[in-house]
């Protein structure tokens, strides 16, 4: 009988970004990274070369608590482009870096790790308030991202 090692859990992670309560993080999906195909041609037949990197997107989807306000990515979009003043500060000034870390059984042992450079807030969703419902909120942050290196 062949060994089936155990496989791994979504719920071990950890996220390690400046302003954010790791713990309410509920869900986050890593940026997705691509390459475009180059084509060129070499006596009769066609030869495909790595062309430009593109990273995409993150989103978290984070608790909201109720017994604290908890205003850190409105703040920060304000902080990209305030439509109160009309301008933004520098990307060098709004841009921060994170790590996300998933961990093992023992939720210690670091197995996964993603780095992420150059983040900003792209887009915070409005919430759905329901009378007939107990789901906890979330609130759905888009962040956009130059560079993602998945180290471990």
């Known amino acids: 009988m062949p060994n089936i090692s155990n496989p791994r859990k979504e719920f071990n992670f950890t996220i390690n970004f400046e302003g954010l309560n790791p713990w309410l993080a509920q869900e986050v999906t890593t940026p997705e990274?691509?390459?475009d195909a180059t084509a060129h041609g070499d006596a009769n037949y066609e030869v495909?070369?790595?062309g430009m990197r593109k990273v995409g997107d993150m989103n978290i989807k984070?608790?909201?608590p109720s017994d604290a306000t908890d205003l850190w990515v409105s703040a920060w979009i304000?902080?990209?482009q305030s439509a109160y003043t009309q301008s933004g500060e520098l990307p060098s000034?709004?841009?921060r870096d994170l790590m996300i870390e998933e961990l093992g059984p023992d939720n210690i042992t670091v197995i996964g790790r993603w780095e992420l450079v150059g983040v900003w807030p792209k887009r915070r969703g409005d919430r759905s308030l329901n009378r007939l419902s107990s789901n906890n909120i979330l609130e759905d942050?888009?962040?956009s991202v130059d560079d993602c290196r998945q180290t471990l």
Do not use: G, Q
Request: proline share 0%.
């Open 93 to 95: 000034e709004y841009k």
């Open 33 to 35: 990274v691509s390459l």
């Open 62 to 64: 984070k608790l909201c």
């Open 141 to 143: 942050i888009d962040f």
């Open 48 to 50: 495909k070369t790595a």
């Open 78 to 80: 304000e902080r990209c």
